[in-house]
Nanobody, 123 residues
Framework: QVELVESGGGMVQAGESLTLSCAAT????????MGWFRQAPGKEREFVAA???????THSDVSKGRFAISRDNAKNMMWLQMNSLKPEDTAVYYC?????????????????RGRGTQVTVSS
């Protein structure tokens, strides 16, 4: 079993930056792909970005050009650097991990899922 714990959320002003962290513990040797989802109030949970074991990133339209995903396998850590934040980026951000290649854009399809960290962007 793998536990994922997100941190780094908070309240920022529009245009500012924030970096989210995801720490994996437990049977981390089984973790391959990792990624981020988010859920804004009253909206469906959506895919943000993913990263393969060797560090190849995949971005959704919401994160392309503004967010950067990275990981350190030796430290069992993943990060999401978010720049030029907008009020519409306000959401709970979730970390996910898979024991295989990335399982796609449905949150519930992923092997392991964190509990989320709140990001609030004020205008």
């Amino acid at each position: 079993q793998v536990e994922l714990v997100e941190s780094g959320g908070g309240m920022v002003q529009a245009g500012e930056s924030l970096t989210l962290s995801c720490a994996a513990t437990g049977h981390t040797a089984t973790v391959y792909a990792m990624g981020w989802f988010r859920q804004a109030p009253g909206k469906e949970r959506e895919f943000v970005a993913a990263i393969s074991w060797i560090g190849n990133p995949t971005h959704s339209d919401v994160s392309k050009g503004r967010f950067a995903i990275s990981r350190d396998n030796a430290k069992n850590m993943m990060w999401l650097q978010m720049n030029s934040l907008k009020p519409e980026d306000t959401a709970v951000y979730y970390c996910v991990a898979d024991t295989t290649a990335w399982k796609g854009s449905r949150f519930d399809d992923h092997n392991y899922r964190g509990r989320g960290t709140q990001v609030t962007v004020s205008s």
